[in-house]
């Protein structure tokens, strides 16, 4: 799990490239990476970064597309923005990611259901990488 701070402007582009590293590090194993990330100007439909976008918004879209990786959530989840994010090596790891209603009824935050393959999961339907 992962929350990046939209606020922490200086560690920005630093966030950035410490993810990347990690992601190459691990280019020979499924990795499943979820959370808050805040890049609010990606497309990640298109896969382009939007007019405004910062250079760690811009740095981390080259990382993902460059390591092959899928993001799996397609809907906004918080107001017209994708900042919560379900990324994979192994795109077929994740069957369904939903974004569904907000916790709370004054929340401008969604929550998400998601559900792995198979043969990636216990009993329970979790994700069991090793």
């Not at 979820?34 to 439909?45: C, K, L, Q, R, S």
């Not at 990382?63 to 993001?71: G, M, R, V």
Request: with cysteine.
């Amino acid at each position: 799990m992962s929350y990046r701070s939209p606020t922490a402007i200086a560690s920005r582009a630093q966030d950035a490239d410490a993810l990347c590293e990690l992601i190459v590090e691990m280019h020979n194993k499924n990795i499943i990476l979820m959370g808050d990330f805040n890049y609010a100007n990606i497309n990640w439909n298109t896969l382009q970064s939007m007019p405004g976008a910062t250079t760690d918004s811009v740095s981390f879209l080259d990382c993902i597309e460059t390591n092959n990786l899928t993001q799996h959530v397609k809907d906004p989840t918080r107001g017209s923005n994708g900042l919560d994010l379900v990324i994979t090596r192994d795109p077929d790891i994740v069957h369904e990611v939903e974004v569904l209603d907000s916790l709370a009824d004054l929340s401008p935050y969604g929550y998400m259901d998601g559900r792995c393959q198979e043969e990636y999961c216990d009993a329970e339907g979790n994700a069991g990488l090793q």
